[in-house]
């Protein structure tokens, strides 16, 4: 018997294709578009609710800016009126004067804590221009007691910087004011 040769016939109109890797791999990639574009969406509307809360903040920024200026023009008015500007003028002069004379700010804190002991504290100080074209210092200090306040009024009158020394006033401690306070003027010789 002979053989015969194996013929491979196929019926099917088209011709069979190995597809389903190509379909696998297509359907993987549209899964990660869909999970990208939830990701940029989530994004944008964070990003959106984040402008939002920045205008906000903007225009409630703006508003009191708005209302500190209208605070200032209310002052400036007031600054204007004939009662007070003799207060302005005074104290314009009293600035110019003091500029005039160049005082440095650092160099009379640097002069006052090589003076100052270290119990002293400096509540405030205040230089004008006398009469006669001299700086004075009107300083309030502070201390546990005032054997240090003392020492400071010493150590003011034998500096080379600082001059004569008065006390104006005394408050002594209190409920709110634990120290003892003192007013203090003294005569001030910067070096320019």
């Known amino acids: 018997m002979s053989q015969m040769p194996h013929l491979h016939i196929n019926l099917a109109s088209e011709p069979f294709r190995k597809d389903r890797a190509l379909l696998v791999a297509s359907g993987l990639v549209a899964g990660l578009l869909v999970i990208l574009l939830g990701m940029l969406s989530i994004t ?3 990003e959106r609710e984040a402008a939002r809360e920045s205008r906000a903040r903007i225009a409630g920024l703006e508003s009191q800016l708005r209302g500190v200026q209208q605070e ?23 600035n110019a004067l003091l500029l005039r004379k160049g005082i440095s700010w650092t160099k009379l804190f640097s002069d006052l804590a090589d003076v100052m002991p270290h119990s002293v504290r400096l509540v405030s100080v205040r230089p004008f221009v006398t009469g006669d074209n001299r700086v004075q210092l009107e300083m309030i200090v502070g201390a546990q007691d005032p054997a240090p ?7 003011l009158e034998a500096s080379s910087v600082f001059g004569g020394t008065a006390v ?14 003192y007013r203090v003027s003294v005569n001030y010789a910067q070096k320019l």
């Open 149 to 155: 306040v003392i020492e400071l009024l010493k150590r």
């Open 72 to 94: 200032e023009a209310k002052l400036q008015a007031k600054l204007r009126e004939p009662a007070n500007e003799t207060v302005l003028d005074r104290s314009v002069f009293l």
């Open 44 to 46: 944008i509307l964070k």
């Open 168 to 181: 104006q006033a005394e408050q002594p401690p209190s409920q709110n004011e634990p120290l003892f306070r």
